[in-house]
């Protein structure tokens, strides 16, 4: 993640899409969504993933790197959100089932981007057990990085982020958002050795003895698509 060790922050996104506009909903995120908010001031870039797995629910993520929560407070960006262009609009009803958390960094390793991605998250509010970032920051994610097929790794909390935040652009959607105040993301090449690693260095028993905290959501993602921000913008 070379590129983005600059970020301190990332803003996650879950979401399933309505399967009647499933197709124009993707070619919309890749040729328009993503781009317009890695070009906001502040974000370091985008990109976009569909899982695997039948765990992996919502269907869709999203990952943006930003300077830091800050940035999605900023003007711009909140000029983006209050005058969505005229494709979010129409495609703002295809978005189910969304989570949206903007998130610090706690922990990174690793500097590569992969084709697979294991994203782990609660199902429901509350943040581990403090034994658990520990964990992870002093042994846990090191360790996952030597593993074969792991390129990177990190471990993200919200801050102060209490409430889904209303805007234009939320409202258009048909359900409500909700907040993940958690997340620990495994990126690697081919599914089989990410997964592999994963259980071998974080098996669900560990991170239940280490705090990790109930109900958790367990996904794997394939890459879709993404983009770096374009300069002068």
Known sequence: MAENTEAKGLL??????DPA?????????????????ADNPGFKGGRRYRSLSSSGKPRYMAMYPIEDVSVLSAPHYKKAQAKPTSGTRKMM??????????F???????????????????????LPDPKFGKWLGSKALKAILKEPGVTSAMYLETENQTEPEVTKESSMRP??????????????TEPALVRAAFEKIMPRSEMQKRGVGP???????????????????
């Not at 996650?12 to 899409?17: A, L, P, R, Y």
């Not at 499933?22 to 890749?30: P, R």
């Open 12 to 17: 996650g996104v879950w979401t399933d899409s």
């Open 21 to 37: 506009l499933e197709a124009a909903f993707n070619e919309w995120y890749n040729r328009e969504h993503v781009n317009e908010r």
């Open 93 to 102: 009803p295809a978005f189910l089932n969304i989570i949206r958390s903007e």
């Open 104 to 126: 610090i960094i706690r922990h990174r390793v690793g500097r590569g981007y992969g084709a697979t991605v294991i994203a782990v998250r609660r199902e429901g509010r509350g």
């Open 175 to 188: 359900t409500p958002d909700r907040i993940a105040d958690w997340a620990l993301y495994i990126e690697g």
């Open 215 to 233: 109900n958790l959501r367990i996904g794997t993602y394939k890459f879709l698509y993404g983009t770096e921000p374009v300069p002068g913008n």
